[in-house]
């Protein structure tokens, strides 16, 4: 069956985006580092969100899966992209996973466009429910790596010392793009600061 879906680019501020987010089973703190979002649109009508984003940093199954390690982690881990929201207030048999396909081809055409570095892969968390096992991932072809552990390391600030906090178990699942490989060489221009080429000192777009 097919359907006709368009995916939306938007701001992750736009009110429509943000009136369905806050309806996810996440809550919404909003989004760091690199990231896409999209409207999710069925004939005529706004039917749900998905947005992508930077991946986290360390996760033993994910890191086996894609072979990262700590030589390679800091220029390949922009080469694959954590499906970070996937909210759909439309039900139909298929839908999800149609809409889930969509994106991810979607999505690795504007990501390399953004961010200069061609995608090899995609990671996903969901959190376990009776009702919500990653059912969709599974159609889609993606690969159950596992559980988290249940905690994760978090910081206020660069300088500050890390703390390790209790957080929900969730279910991993991820997934390889054929024919393409990690980033061996990603230089991340896309966040730096400019610079004035009068006295070189840094230019601010305010």
């Not at 998905?50 to 922009?78: H, M, Q, T």
């Not at 990501?111 to 959190?127: D, P």
Request: charged share 25%; with cysteine.
């Amino acid at each position: 069956m097919t359907f006709n879906i368009e995916l939306i680019r938007c701001k992750r501020t736009e009110p429509i985006y943000q009136d369905i987010r806050n309806r996810h089973y996440v809550p919404n703190r909003g989004t760091h580092g690199q990231q896409l979002h999209y409207l999710i649109k069925l004939d005529e009508d706004i039917v749900g969100i998905i947005s992508g984003a930077s991946c986290v940093w360390a996760v033993k199954s994910r890191d086996d899966y894609f072979g990262l390690n700590k030589e390679n982690k800091r220029v390949a881990l922009p080469s694959i992209i954590n499906n970070t929201v996937f909210r759909l207030e439309k039900h139909e048999p298929n839908l999800a996973t149609f809409v889930l396909s969509r994106w991810r081809k979607r999505v690795a055409v504007d990501w390399e466009e953004r961010y200069k570095v061609k995608v090899h892969g995609f990671e996903t968390f969901v959190v376990e429910e009776d009702h919500r096992k990653g059912a969709l991932y599974l159609a889609d072809n993606w690969l159950y790596l596992g559980e988290t552990s249940g905690s994760t390391k978090t910081h206020k600030g660069l300088a500050t010392k890390s703390e390790r906090i209790t957080t929900n178990i969730k279910m991993i699942y991820a997934k390889k793009i054929l024919k393409t490989a990690l980033s061996t060489a990603y230089n991340p221009t896309w966040n730096k600061p400019k610079v004035c080429a009068v006295n070189r000192s840094l230019c601010l777009d305010l």
